[in-house]
């Protein structure tokens, strides 16, 4: 929500109100205090180290003055702001239920209530008509602390004890708890820095990931048994690529230890009903070799990329899972990524992007038979939703448009029935065939065909005469791919004659594995260009103009923003760059910050000339 009411106030602020330009006050000018690195024969001048000392009085005083400036800077729209916030708080239920899941005999699901900020999570027992009990009320928690998270949420099998993690300060640093659903007491368990979390079958015995305390990576896998004085180490990631976690197959048959770094991965499995058996490995890591398990009926299901980037699908006997033992179901495919697989005991559904799109592909398991689900938009999210349950006629899926509020369906396979059990509530008489959704692609200068979809009011002007304000993003790295989804916020743009468009540029998985590596590493410069070619294709086809065009990014998406700043600042109006990844150089240099040896794989190592002189190249 804030991101977009930041965006939206730095059009105001640029588009409606331009007389006052002369008038603002003027930022606050950082002192500088140079310290200088040798590096490849190159020196590099850091005029800003100092204000890595957080905490410092100097250090805060600058923060406040930025703040300040920024307050005065945007004073000129404090009308518009309040507006703003009341549209979009107004479209919001506050009190409200998502849709109950069953697992194990119960109903789970969170609710909210008006003027309260967390969820509350509850169960009901065998009946949605059954009494309520609430497992974990977040306000509770949150109460007299400055801010509260939680994360791990994991019921043991026998439904007697809730097993989560909190963070109480921002650091994404979580505390593991356990909480007896019976009479509502807490054991003595209070452990620090932990990640994933699972049960093992017995309902006694919690194994958990442990991050290292300065850089934040998951580095070790520990066992702990209910009353047990101490927890016994499983494993430890030496590999300062590799990140460490655990999980539980669907079938509840296998505990999974997975490590894996951004390019390579490697799984361990044991019976989940023998929680003290020594888990054995499926594949050694290979360089550029990843892959994932399930499981089902005494066999194991391995998404692999070793015959090709966008994965294929194997099987293997769970009693030798070795890779002579992998028979191919699902081969690879140029053109279609294979980015997920969640077995029932009847039929498996495979998640997959094509063209830029999700789509979601089920196999009867009897039969053989496969067809994909269909949607009925232009540009849409579509993804499986909660489905603890193995034994089951239907899969749950979730549905979503920029102007379909998000959806939950529950569908047959057999049938192809698809039955809505709730769509979101968006209040103040919102209207959903007054928007339209456009996509539409930019030629970049290799002839690489960049996505671009857009959602606008249909009443909007003409394209020509400069074309209408729009809001351009993109975020393209880490192979991660973006989604053509709901913001209710977005409609407060949108009812002011504002196009919003998402650009999907390389560097982030929409069209599959190898759109990802032609925005990483030494081709990286594709991710700035490719939203380069995005915004002139929206410019040239009359969407908008240069002087009406705002472009927005955050953390690896902020990188992209510098760059674009650089590279073309003809080309924009404004620019909202938040929580930036700027300082590349400085950044990947310093190997005791939080993720940067894991990223080496994604950006380079400045360490190695080659690779320095390309990431000095575009470094903001």
Do not use: C
């Not at 005029?47 to 307050?71: C, D, F, I, Q, S």
């Not at 102007?403 to 103040?428: F, H, N, Q």
């Not at 003809?570 to 760059?577: A, E, N, R, T």
């Amino acid at each position: 929500m804030i991101l977009r009411f930041i965006a939206l106030n730095a059009l105001a602020s640029s588009l409606v109100l331009p007389a006052l330009a002369e008038e603002r006050p003027r930022p606050p000018v950082a002192r500088t205090e140079p310290k200088t690195v040798q590096i490849h024969g190159d020196t590099l001048a850091d005029e800003y180290a100092w204000m890595r000392r957080k905490g410092t009085p100097e250090v805060e005083a600058h923060l406040h003055a930025e703040r300040a400036w920024a307050l005065a800077f945007m004073r000129p729209t404090e009308a518009l702001q309040e507006k703003l916030y009341d549209e979009m708080l107004g479209r919001i239920q506050q009190t409200d239920t998502n849709v109950p899941y069953l697992s194990r005999g119960y109903f789970y699901y969170s609710r909210t209530e008006e003027g309260k900020q967390y969820p509350i999570y509850a169960r009901r027992k065998g009946a949605l008509e059954a009494p309520e009990q609430v497992i974990l009320d977040v306000n509770l928690l949150a109460a007299g602390k400055p801010f509260m998270s939680v994360r791990a949420l994991k019921v043991s099998p026998d439904g007697n004890l809730l097993a989560y993690s909190t963070d109480e300060t921002g650091f994404r640093q979580y505390t593991l708890r356990v909480k007896d659903l019976r009479d509502g007491t807490h054991g003595e368990e209070a452990i620090p820095r932990v990640t994933a979390v699972e049960w093992a079958e017995d309902g006694r015995t919690l194994f958990y990931g442990v991050e290292h305390p300065q850089t934040k990576r998951s580095h070790q896998v520990f066992r702990h048994t209910l009353g047990a004085t101490r927890d016994d180490l499983v494993y430890d990631e030496k590999d300062e690529r590799f990140s460490v976690w655990v999980s539980k197959s669907r079938d509840r048959k296998y505990l999974f230890l997975e490590a894996g770094s951004l390019t390579s991965s490697e799984v361990r499995y044991w019976p989940a009903d023998s929680p003290g058996a020594t888990p054995r490995l499926i594949a050694a890591r290979e360089p550029e070799h990843e892959y994932d398990v399930e499981h089902r009926d005494g066999t194991f299901w391995i998404r692999t990329n070793d015959q090709g980037r966008n994965f294929r699908l194997v099987t293997a006997p769970a009693a030798d899972p070795s890779r002579a033992n992998w028979k191919e179901v699902l081969p690879h495919r140029d053109a279609v990524m294979l980015a997920g697989v969640l077995l029932f005991q009847d039929f498996s559904v495979i998640f997959e992007r094509e063209g830029g799109l999700p789509h979601l592909g089920v196999t009867d398991l009897r039969s053989g038979a496969w067809h994909r689900v269909e949607f009925p938009e232009a540009a849409y999210q579509a993804a499986p939703a909660e489905n603890p349950e193995f034994e089951t006629k239907r899969f749950r899926l979730a549905y979503q448009s920029p102007i379909t509020p998000y959806s939950v369906y529950d569908y047959d396979p057999v049938t192809r029935e698809r039955m809505l059990l709730k769509e979101k509530a968006v209040l103040g008489g919102y209207d959903r065939s007054r928007y339209a959704v456009e996509l539409t692609r930019a030629t970049a200068a290799d002839g690489a065909q960049v996505p671009i979809w857009m959602v606008y009011r249909k009443d909007l002007r003409k394209r020509g005469a400069g074309g209408n304000p729009a809001l351009l993003y993109a975020y393209g790295s880490y192979g991660s791919s973006g989604a053509a989804s709901f913001d209710s916020d977005v409609l407060s743009l949108l009812d002011r004659g504002v196009i919003y468009a998402e650009a999907y540029v390389r560097g982030g998985g929409e069209l599959g594995k190898t759109w990802h590596d032609d925005g990483r590493m030494m081709k990286k410069r594709n991710t700035f260009t490719d939203f380069i070619a995005a915004a002139e294709h929206l410019v040239a086809a009359g969407y908008t103009g240069r002087d009406r065009l705002a472009a927005m990014g955050g953390s690896a998406g902020g990188l992209l923003m510098g760059a674009v700043a650089n590279m073309r600042p003809d080309l924009f109006k404004v620019i909202v760059s938040y929580v930036p990844f700027v300082d590349v150089i400085n950044t990947m240099l310093d190997e005791t910050l939080p993720l940067t040896v894991g990223e080496f794989e994604e950006w380079g190592n400045p360490k190695i000339a080659e690779q320095f002189r390309y990431m000095r190249s575009y470094s903001p």
